[in-house]
């Protein structure tokens, strides 16, 4: 098969570290008790009961993050002037939320001459549009799409589809990296090259990305 041409990735534990990651340096730079936030999904040996609900279909993703940040404000976790906790994690300085394999398989394909893209689902909702154009990774992304500006989510199909058009590439050369089943299920639907991320070794699906984009193993770090 002929390399890929471009790549385009989720951002919410994909290109950003997942908050369970990030959440011990987030109570370690605020101050906070150790256990302020509670919950590390698939990473929590002794179980994650939201999160289970989660996978058995009970709740949403959304809801799952939602009752998460909750959860941690009520037991102290302080929103900063933020609107959400999410973005006080995210945007805690000292917290370093970019996962360091993305950066680094982007920054190849920028160099490399390929395209580059994100397609999410609420990181404007989450973050803030003027907190993301600051950023200094914001400028490598020439393609973003979130789902809460266009009024439709993954998996349906309409996000995967503007994505491709604003890529200028066809389905099948371009690399869609995501960590929710169902969304990289809806990327194989519309003929993306879709990997499934497991945040339990994030590196395994940047690896697969390399590989299919024809990039120097060499880029990742080491």
Not at 209 to 220: D, R, T
């Amino acid at each position: 098969m002929r390399p890929a041409r471009g790549l385009l990735l989720d951002v919410g534990v994909v290109f950003f570290k997942s908050a369970w990651e990030i959440a011990d340096d987030y109570e370690r730079h605020r101050g906070l008790e150790p256990g302020t936030v509670q919950g590390r999904g698939p990473l929590d040996d002794a179980g994650d009961d939201l999160w289970e609900q989660y996978q058995r279909g009970e709740i949403t993703e959304r809801d799952y993050w939602l009752t998460f940040a909750q959860k941690a404000e009520d037991r102290g976790a302080p929103l900063d002037g933020h609107p959400t906790l999410m973005r006080a994690m995210f945007q805690q300085p000292g917290v370093d939320a970019v996962r360091p394999e993305g950066l680094a398989v982007v920054e190849a394909c920028v160099e490399s001459g390929l395209r580059v893209g994100i397609l999410t689902n609420e990181l404007m909702d989450f973050q803030g549009r003027e907190w993301v154009e600051s950023q200094p990774w914001f400028g490598h992304f020439p393609v973003l799409v979130d789902s809460s500006e266009l009024g439709s989510r993954k998996p349906d199909p309409t996000p995967y589809l503007v994505a491709i058009e604003r890529m200028e590439l066809q389905p099948d050369e371009i690399v869609f990296i995501d960590d929710n089943p169902t969304y990289v299920e809806g990327g194989e639907k519309v003929g993306l090259r879709s990997v499934l991320l497991d945040v339990r070794d994030p590196a395994g699906a940047f690896r697969q990305a390399v590989l299919q984009l024809g990039l120097s193993w060499s880029c990742l770090p080491a």
